[in-house]
């Protein structure tokens, strides 16, 4: 492993990691050990090496290195990140300034790096976001209640998260976009995959107007187990989950309970009590969850209106901390690269002057740094978050 | 005040209590502390007499006990419980054996006395039983769902307690009498008159069957005041109340609110939040409520299957200790006068053998007397269950 964490390294470790997306599955909480313990480099080299470095890692088996190996062959990163980027998307490592921080909750099973398709700022509204989740085939009172809740949470200011399937999810997903309001999707294939086809063009609204994420890499397709992993990723990403129709035993449900086990909020929306489509909500609300009947009893519980930092039991992050207009002008910084003061004011729609007070202020917070006459954001920590290097 | 507590005080004790329902309003907690500190006796006395008695009594009006001596004067408690005898029924003070002790949780709002008809102990039946009340203008869901309660409730042997009213009331006592089961009306008019006229069959069925009792003496009628504080006495007499279709500020609230404040258990049915006649339920089930879908759920909550004792947080009695062959030899024994062994074995069901078996080990628990051949219940407490006298 080279020493020091310059730009070089955290290419090649944003490069391992893309490659990993497609060598681990997700949830896969053994690979995200390693990961947490050699770096991406280092794991895809003992991986892809032949010289027992892979062997003497602590829990691998023969088989499973088998079938890591075959996907580490097949694997080509540069080409996955250039076909996201093609789309306009781009992939966010752990540790980045895009990272969902409180993704971090979900320990060894956090996702190796997340591809992103859309024009908004991931970290910053995942901050502010509900998951709205249940049933594909529901009713039409669970589909008006989704769409309903969905508009009332966007035009509350929330983010409304979903996994772009039908019925509830797709209906949560509209409702928001209805009213012009902000909605993300998780899915559980590649962001460039349309699943389910019939939800091609409500995706294609969101990658434009909002965001689409996953943690698989470009053209992979679902499977049940990927489903039912997409929704740890839904439950820990969003300050809480409200389930709106669900069979008992159902993936709603399974992302119910990972929120909960996270901390987070649950939720449920009641239903009439002959209906099996509303059983396992009524299940979930006769545990911790809380009943909710319309947005503004979310909002009353994940957080204050009009408050853009989490309160209660969620993660907090140093950025959370800033007032709206800070982080506004933080939010008009570029991932990578180097800007002028007036582009920052244009971006954030802010007076020059305000823009450089607003600069001043996040670089002696040392969110940013000052170039000559450029801007730009500060590296807080490697690439790889959690793993420990000399020169960081 | 005569001294000493035999028969013949108890009698006057009892005929001055039938008079008071006559005379203080349900609930009137200013009346019941006189009640509680002088004996009903002593109370009517002073109400009556122009003596100035009454006016020295803490908190007393001019205004108010212009309105006592109207009411006490119209009194004529001797016909009353004639009346009501002559229909089967009987009038059951405070102390007394049939009297449900948990309404003493209400302090000096506890009722007078209570108007009962039906062959049925009214203790016994008080101490497995749940309330399911609701909307009058309920819709078809509603009725179904608490006719489904009601059915379910006694099908497991507890006895289902509502306000005999059109909607959520009606069915649930029709749904347990569809099943020959248990139920009970608490009504806000004498129990002599049939209120509402459209269930004079139904509440005709339960003085056959079940129980219907009251506050307010023969041939009184329902007020809307008088039908809030009959609230209180469905909550405290129940070990839960359990709310199908209520609207916001509803009287069914009113009762699960108080059934709150006495420490029993509150429970609500889902239904649509679209539905107005759902939202006061939801509203409960956001508080302290418990969500229920089903007879096995309330009864999961209120108590265990096969159980007669109640658990939890409800009032214990020594009576409740009693295995269930013991309680059915103690209930088989009237409520005045004495019977022989082979009576109670009769009444009771049993083997003589095993009912005299039953009544040496009652004798020896102090629940009854024995004088020659003959056994009777104790009167372990005076009518006035907590005016201290001398004889007792």
Known sequence: MPPGGGPAADDEERLARAALTRVLEPGDELGGRWLRRYGAVELLRRITARDGGAERLDGMTAKRLAGYRLR??????????????ALGGRFVCPGELEWPGQLDDLGDARPTGLWVRGPRDLRLWALRSVAVVGARACTPYGSHM????GAG???LGWVVVSGAAFGVDGAAHRGALAVNGATMAVLACGVDVAYPRGHAQLIGRMTEQGLVIGELPPSDHPTRTRFILRNRVIAALTRGTVVVEAERRSGSLVTARSAQRLGRFTMGVPGPATSGLSMGVHELLRGE???????????????????LAPVGRGPVHPRDLLDAETARVLDALPYRGTVTGRDV??????????AFGRLYELHSLGFVERHGD???????????????????
Chains 1, 2 share one sequence.
């Open 289 to 307: 969850g809380v009943l909710v009947t319309n947005a503004a009893e979310v909002v009353e519980l994940v957080g204050e209106i009009g408050d």
């Open 72 to 85: 580490a062959e097949g694997a080509e990163p540069e080409r996955d990140l250039a076909a996201v980027a």
């Open 146 to 149: 989704a769409a309903s809740l």
């Open 153 to 155: 949470l966007a035009e």
């Open 345 to 354: 004011a244009r971006a954030a729609g802010t007076s020059t002057d305000e």
């Open 374 to 392: 450029g801007w730009q954001l500060t590296r807080r920590r490697t690439c790889n978050g959690d793993a420990r290097r000399g020169g960081t």
